[in-house]
C-alpha cells in the first residue's frame, strides 16, 4: 500500500492522490497521510546513497546541470539545481535532426548550495570513464571551475542557444537597423560554426564604440566569449555528431521538477521539496524499484 501512496504522492498534488486512491482502489487515505508517507521515504533517499548508473567504456555520455526557482517558505525564491547524465546511444534523432528523445536519463535534485549539489552529482558520474564525458551547460563560472579541477579530461561544450543569446543581445542595442542586425548575426553564427571564434572576438572588439548601452552590452559579451572560448567549437562538434544544445536540461526541469513542484499556489518548506524531489528523480531515472524496496525494509504505516 505505500507503494501506491509514494507513487501517486509524487505524481499528483496530495488531495487529489487521496481521490485517485479512492477511485481506483476503494481505500480511504487522507492527503495529509500521503504527504507524511512521501516527506518520510523522500527523507530516507536523501540520507541513503544510491547505486551508480554503469555506463560502456566506449560510449559518450553527456552531463548537464540547470537550475529553476522554487517558491518556499523560508526564503522566498530558491534555486533547485537539476542533473542529467545519459548515454548518446539513448538520444534517438527526430526527423531531419531536429529535436529528439532520450529514453533513459539519470537525474539528481538538490535544493540549495552548488557544492552540495555537486557532491550529490559525482556519485552518479563516478562510473563514467572521464574521456567519454561531454559536459554541456551554459556560462555558470563555478560549474566549469569545478569541470576544470575534478574532469579536466572531459569535453567541455558551453550551451550554443546561450552563446547565440548574448550576440543577439548585443546587436539588439548596436544596430538600429532590423536587417542590418539580423545579418550581422547570421555572419557571426557562420562563423561560430566554422570554429572562428576569435573572429568573432576581435570583430565585436572592432566595432566603433556607439554609446553607453553599446560599452555595458560590449563588455558583457567580451567576457562571456573570452571567458568560453575553449568550449565554443562548434563546427568540430558537430562534424562528431555531438549536441551544442542544453534543451534536454531545460526540458527536464520541466517534467522532472516543475510538473510537480511548481504548481500555482504551491509554497513548499525547504525540507519537504527536497523530500519529494528524491521521489521524482528516483521515477523519472526508472529506480522505482529502489524505492519499493526500501518500503520493504523501512515500514511506516500511512
Given at each position: 500500500?505505500?507503494?501506491?501512496?509514494?507513487?501517486?504522492?509524487?505524481?499528483?498534488?496530495?488531495?487529489?492522490?487521496?481521490e485517485?486512491?479512492?477511485?481506483?482502489?476503494g481505500?480511504?487515505?487522507?492527503g495529509?497521510?500521503?504527504?507524511r508517507?512521501?516527506?518520510?521515504?523522500g527523507?530516507?533517499?536523501?540520507?541513503?546513497?544510491?547505486?551508480?548508473?554503469?555506463?560502456?567504456?566506449?560510449e559518450?555520455?553527456y552531463?548537464?546541470?540547470?537550475?529553476?526557482?522554487?517558491?518556499?517558505?523560508?526564503?522566498?525564491?530558491?534555486?533547485?539545481?537539476?542533473g542529467?547524465?545519459?548515454?548518446?546511444?539513448?538520444?534517438?534523432k527526430?526527423?531531419?535532426?531536429k529535436r529528439?528523445?532520450?529514453s533513459?536519463?539519470?537525474y539528481?535534485?538538490?535544493?540549495?548550495?552548488?557544492?552540495?549539489?555537486?557532491?550529490?552529482?559525482?556519485?552518479?558520474?563516478?562510473?563514467?570513464?572521464?574521456?567519454?564525458?561531454?559536459?554541456?551547460?551554459?556560462?555558470?563560472?563555478?560549474f566549469?571551475?569545478?569541470?576544470?579541477?575534478?574532469?579536466?579530461?572531459?569535453?567541455?561544450?558551453?550551451?550554443?542557444y546561450?552563446?547565440?543569446?548574448?550576440?543577439?543581445?548585443?546587436a539588439?542595442?548596436?544596430?538600429?537597423?532590423?536587417?542590418?542586425?539580423?545579418?550581422?548575426?547570421?555572419?557571426?553564427?557562420?562563423?561560430?560554426?566554422?570554429?572562428?571564434?576569435?573572429?568573432?572576438?576581435?570583430?565585436?572588439?572592432?566595432?566603433?564604440?556607439?554609446?553607453?548601452?553599446?560599452?555595458?552590452?560590449?563588455?558583457?559579451?567580451?567576457?562571456?566569449?573570452?571567458?568560453?572560448?575553449?568550449?565554443?567549437?562548434y563546427?568540430?562538434?558537430?562534424?562528431?555528431?555531438l549536441?551544442?544544445?542544453?534543451?534536454?536540461?531545460e526540458?527536464a526541469?520541466?517534467?522532472?521538477?516543475?510538473?510537480?513542484?511548481?504548481l500555482?499556489?504551491?509554497?513548499?518548506?525547504?525540507?519537504?521539496?527536497?523530500?519529494?524531489?528524491?521521489?521524482?528523480?528516483m521515477?523519472?531515472s526508472d529506480?522505482w524499484?529502489?524505492?519499493?524496496?526500501?518500503?520493504?525494509?523501512?515500514?511506516?504505516?500511512?
Amino acid at each position: 500500500m505505500q507503494e501506491r501512496v509514494l507513487y501517486v504522492g509524487q505524481q499528483a498534488v496530495y488531495e487529489e492522490g487521496s481521490e485517485l486512491l479512492a477511485q481506483l482502489m476503494g481505500v480511504e487515505v487522507s492527503g495529509k497521510q500521503i504527504e507524511r508517507v512521501c516527506h518520510y521515504f523522500g527523507e530516507l533517499l536523501e540520507q541513503g546513497e544510491e547505486t551508480a548508473p554503469s555506463f560502456s567504456k566506449e560510449e559518450v555520455v553527456y552531463g548537464m546541470v540547470d537550475g529553476s526557482m522554487i517558491l518556499t517558505r523560508e526564503q522566498s525564491w530558491k534555486e533547485m539545481k537539476l542533473g542529467r547524465l545519459f548515454s548518446a546511444e539513448t538520444h534517438e534523432k527526430g526527423p531531419d535532426d531536429k529535436r529528439g528523445r532520450i529514453s533513459a536519463s539519470v537525474y539528481t535534485a538538490h535544493l540549495g548550495s552548488y557544492t552540495s549539489f555537486l557532491s550529490k552529482w559525482e556519485r552518479e558520474l563516478a562510473p563514467v570513464p572521464k574521456e567519454h564525458l561531454v559536459l554541456l551547460a551554459d556560462g555558470a563560472q563555478w560549474f566549469w571551475e569545478w569541470a576544470n579541477e575534478q574532469w579536466p579530461e572531459s569535453l567541455q561544450i558551453l550551451d550554443y542557444y546561450h552563446c547565440k543569446g548574448y550576440l543577439c543581445s548585443f546587436a539588439k542595442v548596436y544596430f538600429k537597423d532590423k536587417q542590418e542586425r539580423i545579418c550581422w548575426i547570421k555572419e557571426q553564427e557562420e562563423r561560430l560554426f566554422e570554429d572562428r571564434i576569435e573572429d568573432v572576438i576581435e570583430g565585436i572588439e572592432g566595432l566603433a564604440r556607439r554609446g553607453v548601452e553599446d560599452l555595458i552590452e560590449r563588455r558583457k559579451i567580451l567576457s562571456y566569449y573570452r571567458n568560453n572560448r575553449t568550449r565554443m567549437y562548434y563546427g568540430s562538434y558537430r562534424k562528431r555528431g555531438l549536441m551544442i544544445g542544453s534543451g534536454p536540461i531545460e526540458a527536464a526541469h520541466r517534467n522532472v521538477i516543475q510538473q510537480r513542484l511548481k504548481l500555482a499556489g504551491q509554497r513548499w518548506t525547504q525540507e519537504g521539496v527536497q523530500q519529494l524531489a528524491n521521489l521524482r528523480v528516483m521515477r523519472k531515472s526508472d529506480r522505482w524499484d529502489n524505492v519499493i524496496a526500501l518500503t520493504r525494509t523501512r515500514k511506516r504505516a500511512a
